[in-house]
């Protein structure tokens, strides 16, 4: 992931759950109330968008990090 796909993807935690870039290193799903299943779904919509993809449910169920969701976002763009 190039510097400004990471800058993108950022942007994305950080406008639908409304936090600082500073908390994204550790986050996992459920850590904050904004990130249950309602904003679990939010984010995967404002990262298909964002990065014209279409990401396979599998990988909306193992989307469980924020590191975790690096990862998986390699496979599609």
């Known amino acids: 992931m190039g510097p400004k ?8 935690f950080c406008k639908i ?3 600082n ?6 986050l996992k799903y459920n850590d904050i109330p904004e990130w249950d299943s309602i904003g679990h779904m939010s984010l995967i ?4 968008d964002n990065f014209s993809i279409n ?5 909306m169920v ?3 990090s924020y590191e975790k969701g690096k ?3 390699k496979k599609y763009i």
Not at 21 to 26: A, E, F, I, P, S
Not at 55 to 59: F, H, L, R
């Open 55 to 59: 990401i396979e449910t599998d990988d």
């Open 71 to 73: 990862e998986i976002l």
């Open 17 to 19: 759950f409304k936090i």
């Open 5 to 12: 796909q990471l800058k993108l993807y950022n942007s994305s």
């Open 45 to 48: 919509s404002e990262l298909e």
């Open 21 to 26: 870039d500073t908390k994204l290193k550790n």
């Open 62 to 64: 193992d989307f469980s």
